[in-house]
Every structure is written in structure tokens, then in C-alpha cells.
């Protein structure tokens, strides 16, 4: 395995999450383990993004997120991949943009905007991505829900930009229990005006309520066949194995299968997932990860291990150490990779995570300032700042005391850019003032 393979690897296995890779998904079973809401006050407010090129680490990637107040963050206990996309995203912002380096620094190049009801419940998810000439829209997700809060029904719509119009092309629908219990699912896809039946399944629960078996249908253009199954084993209600099978003419074939385990305090702390080799007819081993926990069951090392076919044994390909405020809000993951069975001395990729204090006082007091695009946030040189309609812009950042350490006047642009060169560390206020607009301001961290 060479160097760059490795790096690529652990980068992926930490942070990835739209790959159907063991790795990912070892990141969605750790995610399960062990939920944990943010302290009071505080959510996440942004994360910045670093990756070693060779010679030093550049800033790559970077995201903020901006609320209405009484709205804040529920990360998973790894908080390797903040849960941001969708209709179920536990980040419960309003906006979010996400940008990255195409070769000339940090731009945005998608946005995730969400409305809630009257209960705090997410009712619509748009995103939108910037292609050239601003941002496009892409997806939008609609919600339906239950007295409990329950998504009952999710109706997927994509852009049609030949149309200028929203094109269904899918819809799914739940029903839960009285305990707000899974009992079946079934989407219908649409497609040039038609709909058809496409996947459901069907749910099964314990005692205890547990999800104990998932039998899965697809549609033969006239009926619902069995396409597959997933059991899951739990032991004081903790899942420890399950197992992925899918139907074919012959029966039941092996596919996935996995286990998942426990310290001494019942915090999770390895997960073991392995692939079913249709040619040996055995089970073979993909990944394993392991962890060490501190003393709140909050994870501080997780190591990646590659089975080596060779020798038999494990061999750790990354290994991710994680830093808290006071709070236990996660603050830095420090990934690292190892090479000849040793760790490299700079870690090859590090995601920041900055949170910010706010006061709960209801949804319905929400900001109704304007917000401006800024980028990069955080930074340590320049904050660029995407005006667009805005003319002669007075251009002010205050330190959190209420003091101002830089100010600007922009005049007849649509972007202009502010130096923080030399400041201290921290958090800071961006204001900008404009007539005919209303104030906006940004929370911006200067690193």
C-alpha cells in the first residue's frame, strides 16, 4: 500500500459519508452508539477544514451554519461528520453554505436552507450548489408529519432548469406506531409522469423495542418481491450484531454482516464489519475500529485498522484524536495516518469545530436581520465579503467587548475583501451597513 493510497484512505474512512464503504458506514454505527445533545447555549457554528499537501497543511474546506435563535445542534457522540443534510439533519440551522479550494482559494459552492413549523420541526430542505454564476437550485426535500413529529411522508423534487421548474421524482411514506416506532415504508418514484411502486419494507421490534429484523420488498411491475432482510442482536438493549442477506432464486445469501462492542461502562468502543466472499463462501474482514474513551464515554483516539491478508493480523491504517472545550463540545479532530506500521509525525488532515453561545428564547424572536455570504470563515489573512446589491457599505468588525479593531467603506463592488492580519484569536462580529438595506451581521472566528 503506498503512502498516498494510505492518506487518501484515512481521510475517506474518518470523514466520508456518502460512500457505501464499511468505513462509512462504520462512522453511521458509531453515530448510533452513542448520541449526545450540545451543553446548553451552545451549537455549532462553523468548521474549517485542513488537509496536508506534501509540505504543509492549506485550508480546503470550510462551513458555517446560521440559526433563528432557540435553535441549536445534536451531534453523535464521534462528531466525525456533523449531521447537516436533509430532512433529519440534527444541525437545526436555517442556512448553511459550505465552500471549498478549487485552485483559487475558498469559494461557496453550496447551500442547505431549511423551514420549520410552529413546533421546531424541519418542513422543507433545499439545497443548492453554485456551478458558475451563483447559486442554483439542485434538490428540495418536503416533509409531512405526525403529532409526534413523525416524517409520515418525504416527497424528493429535483431542478428541471430547461423548465424552470420542480420535477417529483420520488416519495416515500412511513407509518409509525403509537411509540413512534418504524412499522413499514414504501417509495413510489416518478418519471416522466409516471409512478411506480420501488422499495418497502417492513419492520419488526422486541420487547423492549428494539429493531429486531427489517424485511425488504422490490416491485416486479405487478407484485412485491422479497429482495433482502437485515437481523440485528442486542444485549441490554445495546445492538451487537447484525446481519445483511439478500433473496435470490437459490434462497438466502449472505451479504454484510457486523458486531459491535462495549467497554466495561457499556460505552461503545469497536466495531467489526465484514463482507460474505461468494466464491469461498466464507466471511471475510474489511476494517476494524476501536476507540478509547475518556471518562464522560466521549471518544479521544479512533484507531482504523486494514486486515492483512498476508499476515493474518490487523495493521492500523489511520488514527483520529479528538479535542474538547469545557463544554464536551468537540473543538478538533487531528487525523493521522501510519506508514510500516508507524505513525507520521503530521497529521494529514485536521477539522476545526467552533461553537458559538446563544439564548434560547423561542423560534419565534428569530434574527430578522439580513445575512451576507463570507468566506473563508474561519481565517487568519482576509475575509472576503460577497455584497452583491449592496452599494457604499460600511464594513465593521468588533471583538466580542464591543470594540471595533477594523472597519471599511466599499464602494460600487460586489465583493470586497477585509484584512485581519495580526489580530488576536477568537470570535469577532462582522457588521455591514448599507441604505436600503437591513443590518447584517456574521459571527466570523479569526484563528
Known sequence: MGFATTNAQAQATFFSKNT???AAKAIVQSSRAGAKTTAAYWRLAATSDYTF????LELTDSAFYKYSNGRGSVLTA???????YGLS????YDTAVMLTDNGGGLEPYRRYISNYDGSNRRTEFLEQFDNGGGMKNNSKHLAVRDANGNITQETTLYWDGMSNKWDTTGITFRVFDSQSKLLWDSTVSHAMGVSDPSLMSVYTYDGNGNMVHAMNYGWNGSSWDT??????????????????????TTGWVNSFADSTGYDNNGVYNYYLPKYWDVDSAEWVYDQLETRTNNSKGLPTNVFF?????????????GEGEVSY???DNPTKIEVYVYFGGFKLPTPFFIRNMYWEYYFNVGVQDADNKEHIVIYPNPTSTNINIVLSERKDANIRLTGMSGQTVRSMQATGVQKATLNVSGLPAGNYILSVDSEGHAPATQLVTVQ
Open 20 to 22: 457505501p464503504s464499511s
Open 78 to 84: 464521534d462528531d466525525m461528520n456533523p449531521d447537516d
Open 227 to 248: 429482495s433482502g432482510q437485515v437481523i440485528n442482536t442486542y444485549n441490554n438493549n445495546k445492538i451487537v450484531t447484525s446481519l445483511e442477506q439478500d433473496y435470490d
Open 305 to 317: 485498522s486494514q486486515w492483512n491478508d498476508t499476515t493474518g493480523m490487523w495493521e492500523v491504517l
Open 325 to 327: 472545550d469545557n463544554n
Open 89 to 92: 439533519s440534527t444541525i437545526l
Open 53 to 56: 499537501d506534501g509540505s504543509s
